[in-house]
């Protein structure tokens, strides 16, 4: 009944938290030499806390990080008296940075496992660029929620998905670590999913004994990494 996979990125294919705050160090770094002001009127901390004011200014772009981050940073520069146009350069060098994500020890296994077996779409509500990540080799593309205008859990992600797979929604499996976001968006779009739940994690985006009666029927899987995944899918 499978005939292709959608995947998760962050926290699927990589831990993002490390990732994240190895990039805003490096912008606070990048700021402290070009926008001193900013850098020493906003920490990190605090340009997260504006960030989160700035997402709740701006719900219609929830499904956008790079704009809010870009808002954020203009933001922050104007109210520490440095120039805005810098915004556009410092997320540059935070955007770099983001993308050195190091996988978990099971992903490229896995990944050249299924992707011998299925067609691999990258589906994902962050904005790592799947080429830069070194893994764009296994995948036939990437659906973004920043691309697509809007974000999972919402079915209008999932569709567009299947849509450049071609694929009816019930020939594809979704796969992530995040409960709401993946598995019951997936599953309420027609999707069979693959719920990641790894042992290692700091944090579990789901309950422990999750009820799949609300969801429509369809395959689920609940596996400890992407090796456990290719061998339930007999690749």
Request: net charge negative; with cysteine.
């Amino acid at each position: 009944m499978i005939a292709a996979l959608t995947l998760d990125l962050d926290d699927t294919l990589w831990p993002v938290m490390p990732t994240l705050l190895r990039a805003e160090a490096v912008l606070q770094d990048w700021l402290r030499t070009h926008a001193p002001a900013t850098a020493a009127a906003f920490d990190v901390p605090t340009l997260q806390r504006l960030r989160g004011e700035v997402a709740h200014r701006h719900p219609e772009l929830a499904h956008d990080l790079t704009a809010l981050r870009l808002i954020t940073l203009r933001e922050a520069l104007i109210s520490a008296g440095d120039d805005p146009a810098l915004a556009e350069e410092a997320f540059d060098v935070f955007f770099a940075e983001r993308q050195r994500v190091q996988w978990y020890a099971d992903v490229r296994p896995a990944l050249e496992r299924l992707a011998a077996r299925f067609p691999l779409l990258a589906l994902s509500n962050g904005n790592a660029e799947l080429a830069a990540t070194g893994l764009s080799a296994y995948f036939v593309g990437a659906v973004s929620a920043r691309g697509c205008g809007v974000a999972k859990p919402s079915a209008r992600i999932f569709a567009a998905a299947c849509a450049e797979l071609r694929c009816a929604a019930g020939q594809v499996m979704h796969i992530g670590d995040d409960w709401r976001l993946d598995i019951v968006g997936a599953r309420q779009a027609g999707l069979h999913t693959a719920w990641i739940r790894r042992p290692e994690a700091a944090l579990h985006h789901g309950p422990a004994s999750p009820d799949l009666d609300a969801p429509p029927a369809g395959q689920h899987l609940h596996v400890d990494d992407l090796l456990a995944l290719a061998e339930a899918l007999g690749v």
